[in-house]
């Protein structure tokens, strides 16, 4: 990586990506000339625009180029003048209101419960009245004059764009990287201004002109109907008076159709501008060009592709056969949007699964495992593109369909379990409904058959047909899970796709999904292509396993002899896993003080609507002590309450009942958001997705740096050059201290890997020279050798720097690994505390054993890891 260097921020990359776009190109030109004109219409036309010329009233002429009006007033001179006017009102009310509307929106989202339901009656109060009369009414009562309109506009046009920007600012006020930064410290208005609004700028940008077109629109119709200054000249001022002489009456075209254009384009240009914004945040809007990602593009079928399966000499064709594929990411023309170049997903790739064969793909995160898995499906993004190769379905090449026959292959021929298919569901829709339409869309089935068919899906894979009303939420993980793979399975289609089918789910949970996919395979006889970075959970359901690396297949062979005999470095790799520790599981000799304690903490969620007053128990009376030096671990299933108690020692939740106490202080006498400087100095938190816990608007300088001035011990100086080359010093050493190169500080998330994510993660977190550190699953979402890195780093820092860490889990391969002492929580309460070694080897619980049964044999001591 090259040295640190600066790097443009959202708002910039969005500037730029804009002067790419033709739309915006053309729309910022119109409105340029206008400007332009606006400006020069003092030397175009010198002197009182509206000053009667002497002229009789004429169309245009050589004298007069845009004609004169029945007053002697030549309409050229009162059509530049009035774009002055019009453009600055219009420009000045749409930009106060956007800022008003933006205030209120952010302030509304974050701040939330009375706040957020105040503003939100004021904004529903203003939105429910009437537009055009409360224009009116306004406009009638207030003196005449541009500050008057500029007042009236901005009042009545900020409650739609607060709306709309409220609903934005929500969806990123529970993000990861917004409660890292409240755990961090930062103010309110920081976390606003800071954290939310730079991945506002798309949304704030087409805000701003819709609002500038809105106002220019709305003083336009005032001044038409006589509500502005009868001694302005403006376009609006320009249609009045033509309407008042009459004009559509006599003919005379001239005196209204030059204002009423220029409105017309200006409203044009703003909405070029904004389809250019749209496009620039949205690729899927993008046209594409010549040579550029076009994967629904039909490709010459050739002619020995063509055809059903056949027999040759008694050996099937396999039923899905992958040839030499390369597909390559990059924005249209071949350039990234972010400057960078092409980089290819795939390289050169091939594979078969036959008939009844259930093939795995594994390899690390970003080998290209889930593009392999889009291009089969045809479901690669808009920056993506297909530069060689064949993918055989049944003798005919998927690259080759056209789109009738696409949407007859998918779901019938091969049907796809999506990475994240837990969050595939929609949120507002019933399980019995989201299974239905599949069956309504591709059988054509009346809705009642579809929903019996369904209630039949859902036995199928072991969900009660009572669910059948139930939302996603109301589930389980595991559930949710296995509703996806029942509507993949709907049409009965012959290849399934699980693409990481069980990335964050519990050993239990895993164990269960995977049975289940064996079992139905059995039944129905479907080919299956399992895509993990998980080798274990390809042993005992693969009979073939591919390895992944950059793209390419590295190796390839039966199962048995790739766990056992691996050839590749790649696969080597995936194999080592976490290796048993040689003396595991001692709790620290000296000092054995308690440094954070929870006694009898419960945390009661409401369930059902407003009025009711059902309760969930997520936690029932904790007791847990972290001592100082010590690794704890707390592991249980998805659900049991970990990361709730995770986030009330992180104080971004309030519990129903019981006492937090670091070095025997009760920290719980305030609200949760405000804790203390001093406990968020001494106990930081690191959150389970390395992938959304950093912002992803700002540069790891930029995130670490914030971090260092929240918690530097010295007072922050005036920012001269000696401070920011000291705070760059300082986060070079952070980064130094997690196992990464200074030159990263210059760079973004989406640049970095998962490991390298959680480990700046990491890094922010120990900026302050925390005590305490609560780490939230942090290597759930990474695979085998990062998971491995992460842990060995974790416990480095304990030797290194003292901290006390409480390491949250459902794996307890890891927790076997790193912790002293392990607690196992079941449905919200402690059933099992000892030292690690202890509990692993003599589990006194059914739950705990029940644990222990899911895990992989351990493996003997690795020699180097690397």
Same mark, same amino acid.
């Given at each position: 990586?090259?040295?640190?260097?600066?790097?443009?921020g959202?708002?910039?990359?969005?500037?730029?990506?804009?002067?790419?776009?033709?739309?915006?190109?053309?729309?910022?030109?119109?409105?340029?000339?206008?400007?332009?004109?606006?400006?020069?219409?003092? !030397?175009?036309?010198?002197?009182?625009?509206?000053?009667?010329?002497?002229?009789?009233?004429?169309?245009?002429?050589?004298?007069?180029?845009?004609?004169?009006?029945?007053?002697?007033?030549?309409?050229?001179?009162?059509?530049?003048?009035?774009?002055?006017?019009?453009?600055?009102v219009? $420009?000045?009310?749409?930009?106060?209101?956007?800022?008003?509307?933006?205030?209120?929106?952010?302030?509304?989202?974050?701040?939330?419960?009375?706040?957020?339901?105040?503003?939100?009656?004021?904004? #529903?109060?203003?939105?429910?009245?009437?537009?055009?009369?409360?224009?009116?009414?306004?406009?009638?009562?207030?003196?005449?004059?541009?500050?008057?309109?500029?007042?009236?506009?901005?009042?009545?046009?900020?409650?739609?764009?607060?709306?709309v920007?409220?609903?934005?600012?929500?969806?990123?006020?529970?993000?990861?990287?917004?409660?890292?930064?409240?755990?961090?410290?930062?103010?309110?208005?920081?976390?606003?201004?800071?954290?939310?609004?730079? #991945?506002?700028?798309?949304?704030?940008?087409?805000?701003?002109?819709?609002?500038?077109?809105?106002?220019?629109?709305?003083?336009?119709?005032?001044?038409?109907?006589?509500?502005?200054?009868?001694?302005?000249?403006?376009?609006?001022?320009?249609?009045?008076?033509?309407?008042?002489?009459?004009?559509l009456?006599?003919?005379?075209?001239?005196?209204?159709?030059?204002?009423?254009?220029?409105?017309?384009?200006?409203?044009y240009?703003?909405?070029?501008?904004?389809?250019?914004?749209?496009e620039?945040?949205?690729?899927?809007?993008?046209?594409?060009?010549?040579?550029?990602?076009?994967?629904?593009?039909?490709?010459?079928?050739?002619?020995?592709?063509?055809?059903?399966?056949?027999?040759?000499?008694?050996?099937?064709?396999?039923?899905?056969?992958?040839?030499?594929?390369?597909?390559?990411?990059?924005?249209?023309?071949?350039?990234?949007?972010?400057g960078?170049?092409?980089?290819?997903?795939?390289?050169?790739?091939?594979?078969?699964?036959?008939?009844?064969?259930?093939?795995?793909?594994?390899?690390?995160?970003?080998?290209?495992?889930?593009?392999?898995?889009?291009?089969?499906?045809?479901?690669?993004?808009?920056?993506?593109?297909?530069?060689?190769?064949?993918?055989?379905?049944?003798?005919?090449?998927?690259?080759?369909?056209?789109?009738?026959?696409?949407?007859?292959l998918?779901?019938?021929?091969?049907?796809?379990?999506?990475?994240?298919?837990?969050?595939?569901?929609?949120?507002?829709?019933?399980?019995?409904?989201?299974?239905?339409?599949?069956l309504?869309?591709?059988?054509?089935?009346?809705?009642?058959?579809?929903?019996?068919r369904?209630?039949?899906?859902?036995?199928?894979?072991?969900?009660?047909?009572?669910r059948?009303?139930?939302?996603?939420?109301?589930?389980?993980?595991?559930?949710?899970?296995?509703? !996806?793979?029942?509507?993949?399975?709907?049409?009965?289609?012959r290849?399934?796709?699980?693409?990481?089918?069980?990335?964050?789910?519990?050993?239990?949970?895993?164990r269960? !999904?995977?049975?289940?996919?064996?079992?139905?395979?059995?039944?129905?006889?479907?080919s299956?292509l399992?895509?993990?970075?998980?080798?274990?959970?390809?042993?005992?359901?693969?009979?073939?396993?591919?390895?992944?690396?950059?793209?390419?297949? !590295?190796?390839?062979?039966?199962?048995?002899?790739?766990?056992?005999?691996?050839?590749?470095?790649?696969?080597?790799?995936?194999?080592?896993?976490?290796?048993?520790?040689?003396?595991?599981?001692?709790?620290?000799?000296?000092?054995t003080?308690?440094?954070?304690?929870?006694?009898?903490?419960?945390?009661?969620?409401?369930?059902?609507?407003?009025?009711?007053?059902?309760?969930?128990?997520?936690?029932?009376?904790?007791?847990?002590?972290?001592?100082?030096?010590?690794?704890?671990?707390?592991?249980? /299933?998805?659900?049991?309450?970990?990361?709730? $108690?995770?986030?009330?020692?992180?104080?971004?939740?309030?519990?129903?009942?019981?006492?937090?106490? $670091?070095?025997?202080?009760?920290?719980?006498?305030?609200?949760?958001?405000?804790?203390?400087?001093?406990?968020?100095?001494?106990?930081?938190?690191?959150?389970?997705?390395?992938?959304?816990?950093? #912002?992803?608007?700002?540069?790891?300088?930029?995130?670490?740096?914030?971090?260092?001035? $929240?918690?530097?011990?010295?007072?922050?100086?005036?920012?001269?050059?000696?401070?920011?080359?000291?705070?760059?010093?300082?986060?070079?050493?952070?980064?130094?201290?997690?196992?990464?190169?200074?030159?990263?500080?210059?760079?973004?998330?989406?640049?970095?890997?998962?490991?390298? /994510?959680?480990?700046?993660?990491?890094?922010?977190?120990?900026?302050?020279?925390?005590?305490?550190?609560?780490?939230?699953?942090p290597?759930?979402?990474?695979?085998?050798?990062?998971?491995?890195?992460?842990?060995?780093?974790?416990?480095?820092?304990?030797?290194?720097?003292?901290?006390?860490?409480?390491?949250?889990?459902?794996?307890?391969?890891?927790?076997?690994y790193?912790?002293?002492?392990?607690?196992?929580?079941?449905?919200?309460?402690?059933?099992?505390?000892?030292?690690?070694?202890?509990?692993?080897?003599?589990?006194?619980?059914?739950?705990?054993?029940?644990?222990?049964?899911?895990?992989?044999?351990?493996?003997?001591?690795?020699?180097?890891?690397?």
């Amino acid at each position: 990586m090259s040295p640190a260097r600066r790097r443009r921020g959202p708002l910039a990359g969005l500037l730029s990506s804009l002067t790419r776009s033709r739309r915006a190109r053309a729309g910022t030109t119109i409105l340029a000339l206008f400007a332009i004109a606006a400006l020069l219409a003092p !030397v175009i036309s010198p002197g009182d625009p509206a000053r009667i010329t002497g002229a009789p009233a004429c169309g245009p002429s050589p004298a007069h180029w845009l004609g004169v009006t029945p007053k002697g007033q030549d309409v050229l001179a009162m059509t530049l003048w009035g774009a002055r006017s019009s453009l600055a009102v219009g $420009l000045g009310a749409g930009v106060l209101a956007t800022l008003v509307a933006l205030v209120v929106g952010l302030t509304s989202a974050y701040l939330g419960r009375a706040v957020d339901g105040l503003l939100s009656v004021v904004t #529903n109060v203003f939105l429910l009245l009437p537009g055009l009369p409360l224009l009116v009414v306004l406009a009638a009562y207030m003196p005449p004059g541009w500050a008057s309109t500029l007042i009236v506009l901005v009042v009545t046009g900020w409650a739609g764009a607060a709306r709309v920007l409220r609903a934005q600012a929500m969806s990123l006020r529970g993000t990861d990287f917004v409660e890292a930064a409240v755990v961090a410290g930062e103010g309110p208005v920081r976390i606003m201004a800071g954290e939310m609004l730079p #991945n506002m700028a798309s949304v704030v940008m087409s805000t701003l002109l819709g609002c500038v077109n809105a106002a220019i629109g709305a003083q336009a119709g005032l001044e038409f109907l006589g509500l502005g200054s009868s001694g302005s000249v403006s376009w609006g001022t320009n249609l009045h008076w033509a309407a008042t002489d009459g004009a559509l009456m006599t003919g005379r075209w001239w005196t209204f159709v030059p204002s009423g254009l220029a409105i017309a384009l200006v409203a044009y240009a703003l909405a070029l501008i904004n389809a250019g914004v749209d496009e620039a945040t949205n690729p899927r809007l993008r046209r594409p060009t010549r040579g550029g990602p076009d994967v629904e593009r039909p490709v010459s079928l050739p002619a020995h592709s063509a055809g059903p399966i056949v027999e040759d000499g008694g050996d099937r064709e396999p039923l899905l056969r992958i040839e030499d594929l390369s597909v390559e990411y990059g924005a249209d023309g071949g350039e990234r949007a972010d400057g960078g170049r092409r980089v290819v997903g795939v390289d050169r790739f091939s594979l078969t699964v036959g008939p009844g064969e259930v093939v795995g793909l594994a390899g690390p995160s970003g080998c290209g495992k889930t593009t392999a898995a889009a291009a089969i499906m045809r479901l690669l993004g808009p920056t993506a593109r297909v530069t060689s190769g064949r993918v055989m379905v049944g003798g005919r090449d998927v690259l080759a369909l056209d789109p009738g026959e696409l949407r007859r292959l998918r779901w019938r021929e091969v049907a796809l379990v999506p990475q994240s298919a837990m969050n595939a569901l929609n949120p507002v829709t019933t399980i019995g409904e989201q299974v239905a339409d599949v069956l309504t869309t591709h059988e054509g089935l009346r809705r009642r058959a579809a929903r019996e068919r369904a209630a039949e899906l859902l036995e199928s894979v072991g969900i009660p047909v009572g669910r059948l009303r139930a939302y996603p939420h109301q589930l389980s993980g595991g559930q949710r899970q296995r509703i !996806v793979i029942a509507m993949a399975l709907a049409l009965g289609p012959r290849l399934l796709i699980l693409d990481e089918p069980t990335t964050a789910l519990d050993v239990v949970v895993q164990r269960e !999904v995977m049975a289940l996919v064996l079992s139905l395979k059995a039944r129905l006889g479907f080919s299956v292509l399992l895509i993990t970075h998980d080798l274990s959970l390809m042993a005992g359901v693969c009979d073939r396993i591919g390895v992944m690396e950059a793209g390419r297949l !590295v190796e390839e062979g039966p199962t048995a002899s790739i766990l056992t005999a691996p050839t590749h470095p790649a696969t080597k790799v995936l194999m080592a896993g976490l290796p048993v520790r040689p003396d595991p599981g001692r709790p620290p000799e000296a000092p054995t003080e308690p440094v954070l304690e929870v006694k009898g903490l419960s945390k009661d969620f409401p369930a059902g609507g407003l009025l009711s007053r059902r309760t969930i128990q997520a936690l029932a009376g904790v007791d847990l002590t972290l001592h100082r030096g010590e690794i704890l671990a707390l592991v249980g /299933r998805t659900g049991s309450g970990k990361s709730t $108690l995770a986030r009330i020692i992180a104080r971004l939740e309030a519990p129903t009942a019981g006492r937090l106490l $670091l070095e025997g202080r009760d920290v719980l006498a305030r609200g949760p958001r405000r804790a203390s400087r001093q406990y968020r100095n001494r106990v930081q938190m690191v959150f389970q997705d390395p992938f959304a816990s950093l #912002n992803p608007a700002h540069s790891v300088e930029r995130t670490l740096g914030r971090a260092l001035a $929240l918690h530097r011990s010295a007072p922050e100086s005036g920012g001269g050059t000696d401070d920011q080359t000291d705070a760059v010093a300082e986060a070079a050493r952070l980064l130094d201290a997690v196992g990464l190169e200074p030159g990263l500080l210059g760079a973004r998330p989406h640049e970095l890997s998962g490991g390298q /994510r959680q480990r700046v993660a990491i890094a922010r977190a120990l900026a302050c020279g925390p005590e305490v550190l609560v780490a939230d699953e942090p290597t759930s979402m990474l695979d085998a050798p990062l998971r491995a890195g992460i842990l060995d780093l974790l416990a480095r820092l304990r030797q290194e720097r003292g901290l006390s860490i409480l390491y949250i889990t459902h794996d307890l391969a890891s927790a076997r690994y790193l912790a002293d002492t392990t607690a196992v929580l079941q449905a919200g309460r402690l059933v099992e505390t000892g030292p690690t070694a202890e509990l692993m080897k003599h589990p006194a619980q059914p739950y705990t054993r029940l644990l222990l049964s899911a895990l992989p044999a351990p493996k003997p001591p690795a020699a180097s890891r690397g």
